[in-house]
């Protein structure tokens, strides 16, 4: 039977969105997890709570579309991927789980409210970290036998995939002070703008070292980005990169409640697509692309109906919780 739709283009796209609006919905309210334990008070602390509370449980369902995603339309690439990073994905999940508990029982459990703060703060970071490994893991490839891993348990434990762990620790502190410039007001905003400033120059020495190791662990990603006139038309990346960088400085600074965030995401697109760049089209890098890791077309087709009907869902859900808790919050007002 002659093919008349090519899905593989469609799910790639859907594990796309998915993945990036876990990373940048996540990753702002992990972000602020991590500046939760530099407030000096627990009028502070309250205040940087209640501006993620209505909507940091529902921000982590884009990580589990994107997981099932992954399986039933790559089940190649989840088969080779998930062994390779199991470690650090089971420590993300666990710190992501402690995490919950410390914000739910902080409300509740007054007498041990300094623990489950310190959990929520360490659980955010180790949460974070985790997942940078594994994006630096994916980066640097995998050791694969015919159509299984074949490396070992540790092999995503690396120097780059720490650097990778670190900078991530930054990306998201830089989203979650933008957050906390647009949903705070007085000492906490001008905090959050402090400590935007100083994830910002770690995001980009994590940008700049990245960039420049990454070539030289594959040649295809080099000749990707240097053979001519390759570098010609990809030379607007970096070029933007500095752009928003130097325009994400300046908001930081000025007055803008609005305009810290989106340079924010500004820097977290542009990463993502560079990555895309380097890695289109592998989804296991360096051995089997999209469509050599595809599941059959039946299947493809089977579980876009469903995906198309809940897809909308999820958008129609998430945009309205943002839209009802739309506005600056307060300490004394929370979601609790």
Same mark, same amino acid.
């Given at each position: 039977?002659?093919?008349?739709?090519?899905?593989?283009?469609?799910?790639?796209?859907?594990?796309?969105?998915a993945?990036?609006?876990?990373?940048?919905?996540?990753?702002?309210?992990?972000?602020?997890?991590?500046?939760?334990?530099?407030?000096?008070?627990?009028?502070?602390?309250?205040t940087?709570?209640n501006?993620?509370?209505?909507?940091?449980?529902?921000?982590?369902?884009w990580? *589990? !579309?994107? %997981?099932? &995603?992954?399986?039933?339309a790559?089940?190649?690439?989840?088969?080779?991927? $998930?062994p +390779?990073?199991y /470690?650090?994905?089971l420590?993300?999940?666990?710190a992501?789980?402690?995490?919950?508990?410390?914000?739910?029982?902080?409300?509740?459990?007054?007498?041990?409210k300094?623990?489950?703060?310190?959990g929520?703060?360490?659980?955010?970071a180790?949460?974070?970290?985790?997942?940078?490994?594994v994006?630096?893991?994916?980066?640097q490839?995998?050791?694969v036998?015919?159509?299984?891993?074949?490396?070992?348990?540790?092999?995503?434990?690396?120097?780059?995939?720490?650097l990778?762990?670190?900078?991530?620790?930054?990306?998201?502190?830089?989203?979650g002070?933008?957050w906390?410039?647009l949903?705070?007001?007085?000492?906490?905003?001008?905090?959050?703008?402090?400590?935007g400033?100083?994830c910002?120059v770690? *995001? !980009?020495? %994590?940008? &700049?070292?990245v960039?420049?190791w990454?070539?030289f662990?594959?040649?295809? $990603?080099a +000749?990707?980005? /240097?053979?001519?006139?390759?570098?010609?038309?990809l030379?607007?990346?970096?070029?933007?990169t500095a752009?928003?960088a130097?325009?994400?400085?300046?908001?930081?600074?000025s007055?803008?409640?609005?305009?810290?965030?989106?340079?924010?995401?500004?820097?977290?697109?542009?990463?993502y697509?560079?990555?895309?760049?380097?890695?289109?089209?592998?989804?296991?890098p360096?051995?089997?692309?999209?469509?050599?890791?595809?599941?059959?077309?039946?299947?493809?087709?089977?579980?876009?109906?469903?995906t198309?009907?809940?897809?909308?869902?999820?958008?129609?859900?998430?945009?309205?919780?943002?839209?009802?808790?739309?506005?600056?919050v307060?300490a004394?007002?929370?979601?609790?």
């Open positions: 039977m002659t093919q008349v739709l090519d899905f593989v283009p469609i799910w790639t796209l859907i594990l796309g969105m993945v990036f609006f876990y990373v940048l919905l996540d990753g702002f309210d992990l972000g602020v997890g991590m500046l939760y334990g530099f407030a000096p008070d627990t009028a502070s602390r309250n940087i709570m501006s993620i509370a209505p909507i940091w449980d529902g921000n982590e369902t990580l *589990v !579309l994107g %997981g099932l &995603g992954l399986l039933a790559f089940p190649l690439a989840f088969a080779i991927i $998930i +390779a990073v /470690f650090p994905v420590v993300m999940l666990l992501l789980v402690f995490r919950g508990v410390a914000f739910e029982f902080r409300f509740r459990d007054a007498e041990h300094t623990f489950w703060d310190h929520f703060c360490y659980g955010s180790v949460a974070t970290f985790a997942q940078g490994v994006l630096g893991a994916f980066i490839g995998f050791e036998t015919g159509r299984q891993f074949s490396g070992g348990s540790f092999d995503f434990l690396t120097p780059f995939s720490l990778t762990g670190i900078a991530l620790l930054f990306g998201y502190g830089l989203l002070a933008g906390l410039i949903k705070t007001e007085g000492e906490v905003q001008a905090a959050a703008r402090r400590h400033r100083m910002l770690g *995001v !980009l020495v %994590g940008i &700049g070292v960039s420049i990454t070539p662990m594959s040649q295809a $990603i +000749a990707r980005w /240097f053979a001519w006139p390759n570098i010609l038309y030379a607007p990346v970096p070029v933007a752009a928003v130097f325009f994400t400085w300046r908001v930081l600074g007055a803008s409640e609005t305009k810290p965030f989106v340079g924010a995401i500004g820097l977290f697109v542009l990463s697509v560079g990555i895309a760049i380097s890695l289109f089209p592998m989804i296991v360096y051995h089997f692309t999209l469509w050599e890791s595809a599941s059959s077309e039946r299947t493809q087709a089977f579980l876009l109906v469903g198309l009907v809940l897809l909308p869902v999820i958008l129609m859900y998430t945009g309205w919780s943002y839209w009802v808790f739309r506005g600056k307060r004394d007002v929370g979601y609790h």
